[in-house]
């Protein structure tokens, strides 16, 4: 039975109205932009990491609740990983989002409140921006992040 | 609507108007999405089409499919028949003087990127001035802003005031003896508004600027003259008119065709043709290179039968009551901004909810049945100038009806219940 609420579930809800870790991070030594031009989503990424862990993670910019609170639960659940951690939950939500294998629900958490989004081929985008951004951070790539 | 008078003359008005009638002429209408009845307001992003139009498609691939202009066997001279039949309404539908004003092109993009590749591009030297607006779609900016960049010509913008509307007074301080084109919309695309392109024309015309309309939202609305408008060109495309897709049209004066350089070289555009040079053919022809979307005028011409027999005037009066009705429903919701307020305007309803991003409001409506399109209208001008990414826009066509405004509201309010 179709429910909308299994998209904006409610932990999707909250973070949108009240987003975690949002606001410019002083003297982050990465920051990132991403942006999706067909819906107008922006997002810029502050990271302080010494190579190892990732210490400390803001965002701010505006879009819609999907991608919102997306970063916000990114962020909160990046706090403290090393960048191999990292690596493994972004491949990990992007099989989360974009196929119907099965996903490791320990190591998602909160994130995998979006499950949902993979019903909505529109809406992948959204959740996904600011992980392809984070994943660019990582890789040391300094271009701003497109989605299409 | 307290007046009894106003109500009377909505009964008589929507008696006149049989909506269940002309729902029945449109069987997409019938769909369900997510199991609700969908309601399509989505209308200025493209329009349903009749079984009238679906059928002469399907007649035309089944019985008449064939080149035009070349064969002499029956298929290809039935074929040509039908399409330069379409052409002859669609120059009586815009009241041309001549089919050869008429010419077939992808859409409305396509008719401006020909105008603006082809009378621009031969016309124009650095130091010109095109004027355009802050209210156009992208299709009505882009191809400038290409000619700008290879003629040298300085492209400029008519402001608009917070209703909307174009700002007339800086429209005439714009204008001078170095104008050369003045291109506008009939109608905004993304908030709805008239603008009133007749003033604009004589004005223009006043200082030697030629006028373009991207007429792209005003054919399903509105009847246009374009002899009494007194255009030079004017662009519009066959799908958002109930017709097919990768159809459209451009109306031009005769002369200003004539003196026109071709826009693209192929069959079907010349005269002759040898290894030196070519001639080219005569108007129409000359600007219609290669194997037309036959099928696509055809249907064109199916659809301006349509319409025509609708009656467009009874229509317009229809949408116009249909939008007052939404506009009322709309500023009953709390935390409803529209966007776009003009005191002439038509069918387009654009919003925000506070709180609520546009493409959370259109899936979640769309759970609801409820098609709209979100986003930036391909219009980012407009929504820089109000300060928005993105809006919420429900565009209405004859076959909506006040319940499926009503559904809208509804779908709004199951919208903030979700994120309150």
Known sequence: ?148 | MNNPNTVTTLINKTAEFDVAKIRADFPILNEKIHGKPLVYLDNAATAQKPSHVIEVLNDYYRETNSNIHRGVHTLSEKATAQYESARNKVKDFVNAESTKEIIFVRGTTDAINLVAQSFGRDTLKAGDEIIITELEHHSNIVPWQILSDQTGATLRYVPINDAGELILEEFEKLLNNKTRIVAVGHISNALGTINPIKTIIDKAHAVGAKVLVDGAQAVPHTRVDVKALDCDFYAFSGHKLFGPTGIGVLYGKEALLDAMPPYQGGGDMIQMVTMEKSTYNVLPYKFEAGTPHIAGVIGLGAAIDYVNELGLEAAAQYEIELLDYANEQATQVAGLNLVGTAKNKTSILSFTLDGIHPHDIGTILDGEGVAIRAGHHCAMPVMERFNVPATARASFAFYNTRQEVDALIQAIDKCQKVFN
């Open chain 1, 1 to 148: 039975m179709f429910d909308i609420k299994d998209l904006y579930q409610e932990v999707i809800v909250d973070h949108n109205r009240s987003p975690r870790n949002f606001g410019k991070l002083e003297n982050a030594d990465t920051t990132l932009e991403g942006f999706n031009p067909l819906c107008g989503d922006k997002l810029t990424l502050y990271l302080k990491t010494d190579g190892v862990t990732i210490n400390d993670i803001a965002f701010d910019g505006s879009g819609c609740a999907i991608s919102v609170a997306s970063a916000s639960l990114m962020t909160d659940a990046m706090k403290g990983k090393s960048l191999e951690e990292a690596e493994t939950l972004f491949n990990e939500f992007h099989n989360l989002v974009t196929t119907d294998n099965d996903y490791n629900e320990e190591l998602l958490g909160k994130l995998a409140a979006l499950a949902g989004v993979k019903d909505y081929p529109a809406r992948v985008k959204c959740a996904s921006l600011c992980w392809h951004t984070l994943h660019s951070a990582l890789q040391g790539d300094n271009t701003p992040v497109k989605t299409e």
